[in-house]
T-cell receptor
Framework: KAGVTQTPRYLIKTRGQQVTLSCSPISGHRSVSWYQQTPGQGLQFLFE???????NKGNFPGRFSGRQFSNSRSEMNVSTLELGDSALYLCASSEGTGGARTEAFFGQGTRLTVV | AQKVTQAQTEISVVEKEDVTLDCVYE???????LFWYKQPPSGELVFLIR??????QNEISGRYSWNFQKSTSSFNFTITASQVVDSAVYFC????????????FGGGTRLMVKP
């Protein structure tokens, strides 16, 4: 079974631009969650999508948004990029129906640098 | 609110030494799950173990062992006879049944095992 695939692996963007990151979950998994990892704030939950619906949302500004397609692939978008958005963005895939006990499998992340 | 604290930001040991990574958590929920993840330099979070709040039995898997003590809200991780390949950042995480699929992570402990 293929793992969680995130593209691209690296991105460099300029302040004010927008960016779209992609995540393909493990086949059969219907839940995709996104996390931001920075040296200062650590790993923080952005949002979760399940069956094309946002099921949970972290404490991030509206510039951060996401969506999920019918094949469970997910994209997250960050508009009007700020220097502080530089981070490793990790996607987690899970079956989505097992509740809190469900294991989450992570991709290798997309490293975004905003200059 | 949920919180996970990993007081040790960095630990350095020599190969074959035993090392314990501490994790203390806070939650008001009575049903929750605790996880440990390993993050190698490649970036992805690798699942190591899951423990639910009703199961305080310690677990051993090869050189890895986990000690869950509900009375002290701790879920510590011990690596016996450490190896250079164990060098990574280790994260403890909490998910309660009332938080959907969201994982709350500790700040991580960077483990360096020197030959």
């Amino acid at each position: 079974k293929a793992g969680v695939t995130q593209t691209p692996r690296y991105l460099i963007k300029t302040r004010g631009q927008q960016v779209t990151l992609s995540c393909s979950p493990i086949s059969g998994h219907r839940s995709v969650s996104w996390y931001q990892q920075t040296p200062g704030q650590g790993l923080q939950f952005l949002f979760e999508y399940f069956s094309e619906t946002q099921r949970n949302k972290g404490n991030f500004p509206g510039r951060f948004s996401g969506r999920q397609f019918s094949n469970s692939r997910s994209e997250m978008n960050v508009s009007t990029l700020e220097l502080g958005d530089s981070a490793l963005y990790l996607c987690a895939s899970s079956e989505g129906t097992g509740g809190a006990r469900t294991e989450a499998f992570f991709g290798q992340g997309t490293r975004l640098t905003v200059v | 609110a949920q919180k996970v604290t990993q007081a040790q930001t960095e630990i350095s040991v020599v190969e074959k030494e035993d090392v314990t990574l501490d994790c203390v958590y806070e939650t008001r929920d009575t049903t929750y799950y605790l996880f440990w993840y390993k993050q190698p330099p490649s970036g992805e979070l690798v699942f190591l173990i899951r423990r639910n709040s009703f199961d305080e039995q310690n677990e051993i898997s090869g050189r890895y062992s986990w000690n869950f003590q509900k009375s002290t809200s701790s879920f510590n991780f011990t690596i016996t006879a450490s190896q250079v390949v164990d060098s990574a950042v280790y994260f403890c995480a909490l998910r309660s049944v009332n938080a959907g699929n969201m994982l709350t992570f500790g700040g991580g402990t960077r483990l360096m095992v020197k030959p």
